[in-house]
């Protein structure tokens, strides 16, 4: 039988994070053996391994990678289709745009301007959030499109429209000695006297090696860079906001970023439609 049940998913998503039977029974509100028994009758009934376990601990089987992103994805399918089918019975037509605080602002007051012009235009509502969180607030259902960013997000499982490419500046104190080049390289960019890179958190929440302090947040950077304790290399556009305190210097050779809208795959949304289409127009 093919058919999985939402609760086993919950058991198994649980189990898989935590690597630990009391942890994710614990997590679950639940006792211990009849988590125990829920993933064995799951592994019988799809005749296979999910999990080792030995006396060591508790590791995912290949089969159980698997089965932990599809599970996820369902659940946040099911989480979603909730949300959103309660958003459409309380507010009708209404749109949520999640976007990364600070992020893309001109490109997003544009769209934003020209939406509102259009004669059957939907409310939006702009829901700012935290860096890499906009892929996820689509996935669960509490927004409808995203303005996202290539190649940092993951953009798996959804219909995009790419909306602006440009080069990336480091932004660093105003009164630097390097605030008045006329460019940088990536390589100068990691070695300027006293300023390490501040460090973005990677998708899964970890941060990559390096001497520069963790950012969560925009406001977070500005103030590092804004003191003289980190530079930080972002899409040029940043300069929308950035502060008397801080200096933009481009960066030649760093990757390109897109901009770009993007929403779940299955949507069948007109308003979304009709967003997309000014988008595409812009």
Do not use: N
Not at 187 to 206: F, M, S
């Amino acid at each position: 039988m093919d058919t999985l049940e939402t609760r086993e998913l919950r058991y198994f998503v649980a189990v898989a994070e935590e690597l630990h039977f009391g942890r994710a029974a614990e997590r679950l509100g639940m006792a211990q053996p009849p988590l125990s028994r829920a993933i064995q009758q799951l592994e019988r009934r799809l005749g296979v391994t999910l999990l080792d376990r030995d006396r060591r601990g508790v590791a995912l089987t290949a089969a159980g990678e698997v089965l932990l992103r599809e599970a996820r994805a369902a659940l946040d399918a099911t989480t979603a289709a909730a949300r959103r089918t309660r958003r459409a019975a309380r507010s009708g037509e209404r749109l949520v745009l999640a976007t990364k605080a600070g992020a893309s602002h001109e490109l997003l007051r544009d769209l934003l301007d020209a939406y509102a012009a259009e004669p059957e235009a939907a409310e939006v509502e702009v829901l700012m959030c935290g860096i890499g969180e906009q892929a996820r607030l689509l996935r669960d259902g509490r927004a409808d499109v995203a303005l996202v960013h290539r190649p940092f997000d993951d953009l798996s499982g959804f219909d995009t429209e790419d909306l602006l490419t440009e080069g990336q500046v480091a932004v660093l104190p105003a009164g630097h000695p390097y605030a008045t080049r006329g460019s940088l390289s990536m390589a100068e960019a990691a070695d300027v006297p006293g300023l390490p890179i501040a460090r973005w958190p990677r998708l899964d929440g970890t941060y990559p090696p390096g001497p520069g302090p963790e950012v969560k947040d925009q406001a977070q950077m500005a103030q590092l860079v804004a003191l003289g304790l980190a530079l930080i290399v972002i899409p040029a556009s940043a300069y929308a906001w950035l502060w008397a305190e801080h200096a933009a210097v481009p960066v030649s050779d760093a990757p390109a970023v897109t901009t770009t809208l993007a929403w779940p795959a299955h949507s069948r949304s007109l308003p979304l439609a009709r967003l997309v289409g000014v988008a595409t127009r812009l």
